[in-house]
């Protein structure tokens, strides 16, 4: 499985953008599929999380209400849509994946990772 983001860039506090993940492979459906990132001189974070099945979703508490991640297994892509950005988003966001086998899955669960892209936003 290989991941690919796209989709960083600048924006000012309140703005939007989105993320997006190509996926490769023909099993992307038994995978869950993750968002992370990286603010500077910080430790890398799940932010959010979309499971194989069921729909099931996380998102970690700072982005709530802000930041919706969608999959889409017929085209193996995965978006995050964040709007009313603030500057403590700004950071490298991964996409990640990992074979959902139905039990919890932790931040270790995640084992593919695309390369970063980075999200900058201004005051």
């Known amino acids: 499985v290989q991941l690919q983001a796209s989709g960083g860039g600048l924006v000012q506090a309140g703005g939007s953008l989105g993320l997006s993940c190509a996926v490769s492979?023909?099993?992307?459906?038994?995978?869950?599929v993750a968002w992370f990132r990286q603010a500077p001189g910080k430790e890398r974070e799940l932010v959010a999380a979309?499971?194989?099945?069921?729909?099931?979703?996380y998102y970690t508490a700072s982005v709530k209400g802000r930041f919706i991640m969608s999959r889409d297994n017929a085209k193996n892509t995965v978006t995050l849509q964040m709007d009313s950005l603030k500057p403590e988003d700004t950071a490298v966001y991964y996409c990640?994946?990992?074979?959902?086998?139905?039990?919890?899955?932790?931040?270790?669960?995640?084992?593919?990772w695309g390369q970063g892209t980075l999200v900058t936003v201004s005051s």
């Open positions: 492979g023909r099993t992307f459906g038994m995978y869950a």
């Open positions: 979309f499971r194989s099945s069921a729909g099931s979703q």
């Open positions: 990640a994946a990992g074979l959902d086998f139905g039990a919890t899955m932790t931040p270790s669960s995640y084992v593919h």
